[in-house]
């Protein structure tokens, strides 16, 4: 797997991690959760958002505490999305006025952080394991095992090039078409006024 591909599905899974504990929460908090038909449309978007925007870097490995506090700060944000624009992440509009956070919604987003923060931790630790061992196949792969006969790698071709270059004597090629004709002294044809 390449370095690329593993950041933007790290990217996706704590974006979808951060939806689905948000979208828990929020059911847990509010009572009604009535989901329109265009959720998952909706929801899809987000996650191919995050996919594709981000570093390409490369896959270090994130702390149990850098992925808490990520993903606290996402449910924050979503938690204070779904108050303010429900629509934007596909649930029907409250008819009930809820405060932007209370504790109840707090602390069910931090239990919700920490746990999901363990889980992510060895989702990158898999990653991380994955890309090196692709890096380590690509290298392995890469190398030459052995010169076939008859055939020298472009290695040895320039190397042998750059070591006879100017030794040997050049001769023209009779490939390039006709020798040039001697011309005459003077035209055969007077040009025309």
Not at 12 to 21: K, M, R, S
Not at 45 to 59: E, K
Not at 122 to 145: E, F, K, S
């Amino acid at each position: 797997m390449h370095v690329v591909h593993a950041l933007a599905l790290r990217r996706v899974a704590l974006t979808a991690t951060g939806l689905a504990a948000t979208l828990g929460a929020h059911a847990l908090t509010a009572g009604d959760l009535r989901i329109a038909a265009t959720a998952p449309v909706l929801w899809a978007t987000l996650l191919l958002a995050a996919a594709m925007c981000g570093g390409r870097r490369a896959l270090r490995p994130r702390s149990y505490a850098a992925l808490a506090v990520m993903l606290a700060g996402a449910q924050t944000l979503m938690h204070l999305v779904l108050v303010v624009a429900p629509w934007s992440l596909g649930l029907a509009p409250h008819h009930h006025a809820l405060p932007p956070v209370d504790a109840r919604s707090a602390a069910l987003h931090l239990v919700a952080a920490l746990v999901l923060a363990v889980l992510l931790r060895r989702a990158d630790l898999v990653l991380a394991a994955i890309t090196t061992a692709a890096a380590v196949v690509g290298r392995v792969l890469a190398t030459p095992t052995a010169d076939r006969p008859g055939r020298r790698p472009p290695e040895r071709v320039a190397a042998w090039v750059a070591a006879h270059r100017g030794t040997t004597p050049r001769r023209p090629r009779t490939s390039r078409g006709p020798p040039c004709a001697v011309s005459p002294a003077r035209p055969a044809v007077a040009p025309t006024r």
